[in-house]
């Protein structure tokens, strides 16, 4: 046991509960000398999505690149932290290599919501094919399918969550 392990679990538990007020002290703590603190400041802050307090953080001359790195991080792993980050892009609050870290992740983002929201950020050229409103069983059958991909979007929880209803190979309901 480190000196460290219980200012840790205290900050753990102030994220978990998201206790009134908190969220100032805890951002603090990322001047701390310990990473394992900052990690669990970072982490606590996330949780508590009080963007009040994680706004000038994240904008903050003093605080590093690898810090403000870990929050896009840990935000962009939500939804609303996904559209809060997309707010600071579009309103040019964040960094550029930050805004870049962030639509990577959204990009990627289980939620074909989020996805969507940063389908901007793609050239146009590179961007999924979609139906449209409008479509031919021909034109679907013509593309060329991928099997893991489409393992992957079958057992993906989220918008297309086909393996709620659907069994394929032993896996789904």
Do not use: W, Y
Not at 161 to 173: E, F, I, L, P, S
């Amino acid at each position: 046991m480190t000196a460290a392990d219980p200012q840790i679990a205290a900050i753990q538990v102030a994220g978990r509960l998201s206790l009134p007020g908190s969220s100032q002290p805890i951002a603090k703590l990322l001047g701390s000398p310990i990473a394992e603190v900052q990690t669990a400041a970072v982490k606590a802050l996330v949780l508590q999505r009080d963007t009040n307090v994680i706004n000038p953080l994240l904008t903050m001359p003093g605080l590093s690149a690898a810090l403000k790195g870990q929050l896009v991080e840990g935000l962009a792993q939500s939804t609303d932290g996904a559209v809060f980050l997309l707010r600071l892009i579009d309103t040019k609050k964040l960094d550029p290599a930050l805004s870049r870290q962030a639509i990577a992740l959204a990009i990627e983002h289980p939620d074909t919501n989020v996805r969507l929201l940063f389908e901007k950020f793609i050239p146009e050229n590179q961007r999924p094919k979609t139906l449209g409103q409008e479509f031919k069983a021909a034109d679907i059958l013509a593309l060329k399918g991928d099997a893991v991909r489409g393992e992957s979007v079958f057992l993906r929880s989220g918008t297309a969550a086909c393996n709620k209803c659907h069994r394929v190979k032993g896996q789904g309901g």
